[in-house]
């Protein structure tokens, strides 16, 4: 019997899209001939996540799993908003987010390694792949962790479109944390605190907004003060602690917070598919392939 060694296994893997197990498998009962694994997979139908490799994948849902005084937000991703929403899909979605918070894995590549009950991530993720029949992939994760005197705040958007994972410090008032998310997830500031603008990103806006200023015709003594005027206004935007808080706008996020004894301490906000190239398919170019074929 030929030696099946993990190069062979990875190598078919690559091919194929399968999970380590299921190549291991197929090349034990072809004797190492990779073409012929390839053949017996996609003869039992597991090779067809490889055809679904070079897809994209920017629909999917996030997801928060708080366990005690840790927790993670993810993304996972796939082709379709409909299989987003298929019962499948979300609790693979929850089994990778238990698996995850249970491992701490420190990067993407380690976390597709983690042991879940059905396996390490990533072959649940292709058997996932095979089963549903669109491309599944985890984008992101992070997880988070605090003290007893602080508060997460959890809040999935529009089931789970967005996510987002807050730690408030100084109060274990997680009502108010979670509010502060619900806050997060639909103004979307950038920072916590204007402190945290890079002095590039602040001369980059400067330069924007003296442009403007000049092309609006305005004379150049006052072009300076009006820079300020607009900068500072700039800062308060993208800034949490200074845009007014959803719930009440006639009070900073920063002063509701401190009214519940805390301040923020992070956030992490995670939007389906933001920065991912979408799909957008042409029907009539799709129905005139076929009649070409």
Do not use: C, W
């Not at 502060?180 to 400067?206: C, F, G, T, W």
């Amino acid at each position: 019997m030929a030696q099946v060694t993990a190069q062979l296994v990875k190598q078919l893997r690559d091919m194929t899209g399968v999970g380590m197990m299921d190549a291991k498998k197929a090349l034990v009962q072809v004797e190492g001939d990779i073409d012929k694994a390839v053949d017996f997979l996609r003869e039992a139908g597991l090779a067809k996540a490889a055809k679904k490799a070079d897809r994209i994948a920017a629909e999917g849902i996030t997801n928060v799993l708080v366990e005690g005084n840790r927790a993670v937000i993810l993304e996972v991703n796939a082709e379709t908003d409909f299989v987003a929403k298929n019962d499948k899909f979300q609790a693979l979605v929850r089994e990778v987010s238990e698996a995850i918070l249970k491992a701490n894995p420190a990067t993407l590549e380690e976390a597709l390694e983690v042991e879940t009950p059905n396996g390490k991530i990533s072959d649940v993720i292709a058997e996932a792949t095979t089963v549903i029949g669109e491309k599944i992939t985890l984008r992101r994760f992070e997880i988070v962790e605090k003290s007893d005197a602080d508060a997460f705040g959890a809040y999935l958007h529009m089931g789970g479109r967005i996510g987002v994972l807050t730690v408030v410090e100084g109060t274990t008032d997680e009502t108010a944390a979670k509010d502060v998310s619900m806050h997060i997830a639909a103004i979307n500031p950038k920072y916590i605190d204007r402190s945290q603008v890079s002095e590039e990103e602040l001369e980059h806006e400067k330069k924007v907004l003296t442009e403007q200023a000049l092309n609006e015709g305005k004379p150049a003594n006052i072009v300076e003060k009006m820079i300020a005027g607009r900068l500072n206004k700039f800062l308060a935007e993208i800034s949490l602690n200074d845009q007014p808080f959803v719930k009440d706008p006639d009070q900073t996020v920063s002063k509701f917070v401190a009214s519940k004894g805390g301040k923020v301490k992070l956030f992490h906000r995670y939007e389906v598919g933001e920065g991912l190239e979408k799909r957008v398919d042409n029907f009539a170019e799709e129905v005139m392939g076929q009649v070409r074929k």
